[in-house]
Each structure stands twice: as C-alpha cells, then as structure tokens.
C-alpha cells in the first residue's frame, strides 16, 4: 500500500472515490469501523450495493455489541449517508474493483493508503470494452471472483497452468474456491476482530486449496491471518509446507496430526470443510471450546446415525428405500450440529455453499457466536432430545463430546 501523504483532504479524497466508484458501478464494499459517536453500542457499518425489486440500493449491516440491524439506501443518497458517518469513525476501508483504499484518523491527523489492483485493472478493462463491470449484489448479481486468477498459489497448486489460465479439469474446484472466500469473506467481515491478526484453523485441510485461498483473500485485505491446516496425510502435510514456503505465505503452516487430538490454544475461525465423518464433530468441538467467532464446516459422509436409525411408524414407507434412509441420516446428523450450535450460543444457518451440478458435498453449516451468549439454551437441547428420541439415536458425538461423555477407546475407530 502507498501512503497518499501529500492529500489535502484525505477523508474527502476516500468519499471522492466512493462516489466515483459508485457511479462507475466499480464499488465492491465498504467498512467503517471504530465508531465514536452518539449511536449507542455502534461497533461498525458495512456497506454494499444490492438489488432489490430490480433497483440498485446501498446496504448497510449496522453492527452493535449485542446485534446487527440492516438499512437500505436509495444510491442517489449514498454519498450523504457514508459523509455523515465517517466523521465519527477513526477507520474506513474502501474495497473498489481498481484499489482499495484505508483511511485512518487520531487526534492530530488523517492518514489515507491506496492499494491499486493492477491485475484487477487488466482483466476489468478487457470486459469493460464489451459492457461496464457491475458489482450489485442480490439476484442479479454478475460473476465477481474472490480470488485473483493470476496468485502464485494457483498456479502451485496446479489449479492455474503457466500462462494464469484455469486447467480445465480445476474448472469445478475454482468455482468452489471463490464461492468459498465469498461465504468466508462476508462472515469474517462481521466478526469484531477489532483489527488483531485471526487464528484460523482449517481441519483436515487436505491439499489446502480453501487454506491457500483464504489466506490469500485475508494478507491481500491488510488482515494477514495466523492460519494452521491439520492433515493426517504427511505427503499432503510436505507437500502443503512447500506450496506455503513458495508463495510466501509466512504465518500459513500445516501440521500433520489427527483432528480428533489437536488442540490449538487460542482459535478465532474454525474451518473444517468435508472433514470426514465425525471428525466434523471434533472440529466443532474445539470450535465451541475455544469461544471461536466463527464456526464454518461443510460435513462430509455421515456414517455415525444411519446404522442407529430407526423410522418412525408414520415414515417406515419413506425410510424403508436405503437412499432415503441415508439421506434422513444425514439431515438428522447436521440437524443436531446445527442445534448443538445454537444452543451453545451461535447464529446458525445451514445453507447450499456450491450448486449440485458442481459437488454433492455442498452443504455449509456457518455458525457466529451471539455476544450476549451465557448458558446453553435448554429449549434447543430439548428439541434435539425429542429428534433423536424420534429416531432412536443414542449416540451423536458432538453431543457427546460437549458433555464430556465421549468414550477415549473410540479414538481408535477409523476415520
Ligand atoms: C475430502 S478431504 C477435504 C480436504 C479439504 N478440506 C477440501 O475441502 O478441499 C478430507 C481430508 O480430511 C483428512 N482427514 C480425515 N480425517 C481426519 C482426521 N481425523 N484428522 C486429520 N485429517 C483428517 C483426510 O486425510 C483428507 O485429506
């Protein structure tokens, strides 16, 4: 980043920018953040353009200590409403398609950094020729990647060829990738991290292509992340560390170990994407342990419910076919998790993270933790009662793990 030290008027020169940015629809997002004025609990605002009901507005996620509130703009107003609100916060970033942009203020003065995206800029400017670049989100959101095709990592990771092009057989796994940093992007962006490095850890990070991809997106947005993948496969552990070492990725590291063991000490985001069967559990264990912010995992072959499984009376027609049985197994499996989050004081959605047609394992289960969080919630721990009950279950082990009831012996069960 440069720093502009010759600017007049820095925090005019970051709303020049903004609004040119919004009339030129080249806007990707806006933060303002450590807020010092009148509005009560007011942590941070973070702005977009949506689409609603076909019309481009600017969204804004208030955040406050105990609870986020969503307002909608009309654009022709965004300029007013960003103006009246960056006075009173000492920090802005500006996320355009051509730079990124930090202003920073204390008592005696203002201080504005510009990051310009010269490849961005390359590859914008080609589409530009044929229509302008359109960065609205909501239904008619155009095509924005999150990873930037012409990183080094890709290229180790064999995702990329030479030339920066995608190896047609990677076509899925990139697609993957940017809907990944998507997801991850919009939720690290609400946690209050209050501009302290993240400690991430990514379980069972196999060949480490979301590990890369994510700490690549955060060194490249100023917020360079602790980030730990844990693998039992030691070829997939080497050859993860040397990718690292390649691309420069100096506080990204691998250890060779068993998810079901590891124990960070101090954990912010908690990945663990298609970790197998209840290594998921233990990962989300550690999550909930260590107070993580963040909880994201995409479950992958449930195999601890379906043997325990019995149908209901009313279901026994349904569940009798073995593809619908597995297919409850696994409803039920990530039901429990996702309740077992709540109650243990997370905002939890369980949602489609890549469409079919890409990958079957595309289910995501991305839990926050509520702030005003102070016991489990006994109302949910009675819903998942009542479901297993209902499906004879006896035994789901993130239930177990959080109760301290998880049977050491079983370390021993394959994965
Ligand atoms: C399907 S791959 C997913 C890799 C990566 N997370 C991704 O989504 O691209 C699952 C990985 O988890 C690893 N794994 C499975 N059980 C594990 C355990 N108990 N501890 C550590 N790694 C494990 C496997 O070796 C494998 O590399």
Not at 17 to 29: C, L
Not at 226 to 237: A, F, Q, S, W
Not at 300 to 324: N, T
Request: aromatic letters at 8%; glycine letters at 4%; hydrophobic letters at 40%.
């Amino acid at each position: 980043m440069s720093q502009l030290a010759t600017s007049p008027n820095p925090e005019q020169q970051f709303l020049d920018t903004f609004q040119q940015a919004i009339e030129t629809q080249r806007f990707e997002r806006l933060i303002l953040s450590q807020y010092k004025g009148e509005l009560e609990q007011l942590e941070k605002m973070t702005f977009r353009v949506i689409s609603l009901q076909n019309e481009a507005v600017l969204n804004c996620v208030y955040r406050y200590k105990t609870q986020d509130v969503t307002k909608n703009y009309p654009l022709s107003e965004a300029v007013a409403q960003v103006s009246a609100l960056l006075g009173c916060c000492k920090q802005a970033n500006l996320l355009t398609l051509d730079e990124d942009l930090q202003l920073k203020k204390n008592k005696k003065k203002a201080m504005l950094m510009v990051n310009k995206k010269k490849a961005m800029l390359m590859v914008n400017k080609k589409k530009a020729e044929v229509a302008p670049a359109t960065v609205t989100q909501g239904h008619d959101r155009s095509k924005q990647r999150y990873v930037e095709q012409d990183s080094p990592f890709l290229q180790h990771l064999s995702i990329t060829d030479q030339h920066g092009q995608i190896i047609p057989s990677m076509a899925r796994k990139w697609k993957q990738i940017n809907k990944f940093v998507e997801i991850f992007s919009g939720a690290v962006e609400q946690l209050n991290t209050q501009d302290q490095p993240l400690h991430i850890v990514d379980f069972g990070s196999g060949k480490g292509y979301l590990t890369f991809a994510l700490y690549d997106y955060l060194a490249k947005h100023q917020q360079m992340p602790y980030v730990t993948g844990v693998e039992l496969n030691p070829k997939m552990v080497a050859f993860c560390q040397q990718v690292a070492q390649d691309s420069g990725f100096q506080q990204l590291d691998f250890f060779q170990g068993d998810v079901r063991t590891y124990a960070p000490e101090q954990l912010d985001v908690m990945i663990a994407l298609h970790a197998c069967d209840v290594a998921t559990d233990f990962a989300i264990h550690t999550g909930i342990r260590l107070n993580a912010q963040m909880i994201m995992c995409a479950p992958c072959c449930h195999k601890e419910l379906r043997p325990q499984l019995q149908a209901p009376k009313v279901l026994q027609p349904m569940l009798h076919f073995g593809i619908h049985a597995g297919q409850q197994a696994e409803m039920l499996t990530d039901t429990i998790r996702a309740l077992l989050l709540k109650a243990y004081g997370y905002e939890t959605k369980v949602f489609e993270f890549v469409s079919l047609e890409h990958t079957s394992k595309n289910k995501m289960i991305l839990a926050t933790k509520r702030k005003d969080y102070t016991a489990p919630d006994a109302a949910v721990l009675a819903q998942i009662q009542a479901l297993k009950e209902l499906y004879g279950i006896q035994k789901h082990s993130l239930e177990l793990l959080l109760n301290d009831q998880w049977d050491q012996q079983d370390i021993g069960r394959k994965c």
